[in-house]
T-cell receptor, first 108, second 118 residues
Framework: DAKTTQPNSMESNEEEPVHLPCNHSTISGTDYIHWYRQLPSQGPEYVIHGLTSNVNNRMASLAIAEDRKSSTLILHRATLRDAAVYYCILRNTDKLIFGTGTRLQVFP | DAGVIQSPRHEVTEMGQEVTLRCKPISGHDYLFWYRQTMMRGLELLIYFNNNVPIDDSGMPEDRFSAKMPNASFSTLKIQPSEPRDSAVYFC????????????????FGPGTRLTVL
């Protein structure tokens, strides 16, 4: 599985936008970019995924670079409940291989 | 839908004892995954099943670990004998097949079982 690189931690203030970056320079043509997050003391939960085009859903937006070597998860207005570890995962099989993720802190 | 159900939520046992963790996937999901999470190693995939058949058990740490899925609504992860280094949070997840247009191909995780081996 191709590897992703994310910052260990990021901070944001409540109600501000948050841009969580992910580098995946060895991505293959069949790899989908998935994002999951894990709230404290809970199991991971799906956030969003995409292949080439930018994607939007009720939780977030996913911006994918034209060369697909990087992507950015965008939380449009961070809330305290968005404090979590965010995982960027490349997937082309049934499996999810989790890295270390980015720990997002949100301040009131 | 109740989501993925795991039991027990917490388990404390002594070294050498047998431990059985249980999982009920979401009804209709034909994939089931077992993960382990520790501070040192993060989230690791242990094994996964498709239609009750184990597909990939390459993440199972050693022979002390075994997993079964006797039917579509139940799976167990057993550790025998347990050791202190097995202490972790064990998650079960289920999903529809990759490429399914329902649920965006996502895995749904249970709340986890926190295992402490003394």
């Amino acid at each position: 599985d191709a590897k992703t690189t994310q910052p260990n931690s990021m901070e944001s203030n409540e109600e501000e936008p948050v841009h969580l970056p992910c580098n995946h320079s060895t991505i293959s043509g069949t790899d989908y970019i998935h994002w999951y997050r894990q709230l404290p003391s809970q199991g991971p939960e799906y956030v969003i995924h995409g292949l080439t085009s930018n994607v939007n859903n009720r939780m977030a937006s996913l911006a994918i670079a034209e060369d697909r070597k990087s992507s950015t998860l965008i939380l449009h207005r961070a809330t305290l409940r968005d404090a979590a570890v965010y995982y960027c995962i490349l997937r082309n099989t049934d499996k999810l291989i989790f890295g270390t993720g980015t720990r997002l802190q949100v301040f009131p | 839908d109740a989501g993925v159900i795991q039991s027990p939520r917490h388990e404390v046992t002594e070294m050498g004892q047998e431990v059985t963790l249980r999982c009920k996937p979401i009804s209709g999901h034909d994939y089931l995954f077992w993960y382990r999470q520790t501070m040192m190693r993060g989230l690791e995939l242990l094994i996964y099943f498709n239609n009750n058949v184990p597909i990939d058990d390459s993440g199972m740490p050693e022979d002390r670990f075994s997993a079964k899925m006797p039917n579509a609504s139940f799976s167990t992860l057993k550790i025998q004998p347990s050791e202190p280094r097995d202490s972790a949070v064990y998650f079960c997840a289920s999903s529809l097949p990759r490429g399914s247009k329902i649920h965006n191909n996502e895995q749904f995780f249970g709340p986890g079982t926190r295992l402490t081996v003394l």
